[in-house]
């Protein structure tokens, strides 16, 4: 008889609790569709997993809101039976979801920072043979550095993440150092002045641009290199010698 109330309380608890995260995160579902929300998480990168999947950025913000929320009327609902196991662990799961936001918050950013990069190098070196090459290799970096971030803040194996990423770190720097150490002190030298030619041979197509650009800005029409000589003025120009004394033909 003791244990019949506690047990309707707890009842209504988990059903209104249930109702109010569920009309919550509706509300919240809907405010992000007309926000935009959607678009402007896919421009960060986000779109090439979403794809795979039937949800949304704004479903799955929805989800962990609603979760979240039913965490709490559980950890409510429970307590009123007094202390016991059930309402230890959901303590500690609400306790650890900060750094689950946290970690999410770090992926977005990182995927949004990526992608970023990934078009103004493309768009700064695309006229370039190397500029793709580039765009893609600092937007994994971008990618790399984030997941690890967000593994280290979830806690996950703190010291097997940071081992792996400390390796990969002395993986590269070594791999450099031997490479151009051992051998490779003429190939890496060659490369050098393959590099350093094919930059001195586009440098006029690169001040044509940064030309073009800064006419662009100022609103005048861009012209040649060639033809933005400074002319010779009038007085200047060569005028054909007349004779000081008149001559008989």
Do not use: C
């Not at 209104?16 to 809907?30: C, H, K, P, S």
Request: proline share 6%.
């Amino acid at each position: 008889m003791a244990f019949i109330p506690n047990l309707f309380l707890f009842l209504v608890i988990l059903v209104v609790g249930y109702f109010v995260a569920r009309v919550v995160a509706r509300v919240l579902d809907r405010v992000l569709h007309r926000v935009g929300f959607d678009r402007l998480v896919e421009r960060g990168g986000i779109k090439q997993v979403m794809e795979r999947t039937k949800w949304t950025p704004s479903d799955v913000v929805s989800a962990i809101i609603f979760w979240t929320i039913f965490l709490f009327v559980l950890e409510l609902a429970f307590s009123v039976f007094g202390p016991n196991p059930i309402s230890t662990i959901i303590l500690g799961i609400i306790a650890y979801l900060p750094n689950l936001f946290a970690a999410i918050l770090i992926v977005v950013v990182a995927a949004a920072v990526a992608a970023a990069a990934k078009q103004i190098l493309q768009a700064t070196l695309g006229g370039f043979s190397y500029g793709r090459a580039v765009a893609n290799t600092v937007s994994a970096a971008i990618w790399v550095i984030g997941v690890f971030a967000a593994l280290n803040q979830l806690g996950i194996a703190p010291a097997i993440v940071n081992g792996l990423f400390y390796a990969m770190l002395v993986i590269i720097v070594g791999s450099a150092v031997i490479s151009i150490g051992v051998g490779g002190i003429a190939p890496m030298r060659a490369l050098l002045e393959r590099a350093l030619g094919r930059v001195q041979a586009e440098a006029p197509n690169i001040k044509a641009a940064a030309t073009k650009a800064a006419a662009a800005g100022t609103g005048q029409p861009w012209q040649p290199i060639a033809a933005q000589q400074p002319q010779p003025e009038e007085h200047e120009r060569e005028l054909p010698e007349t004779p000081r004394f008149p001559t008989q033909p």
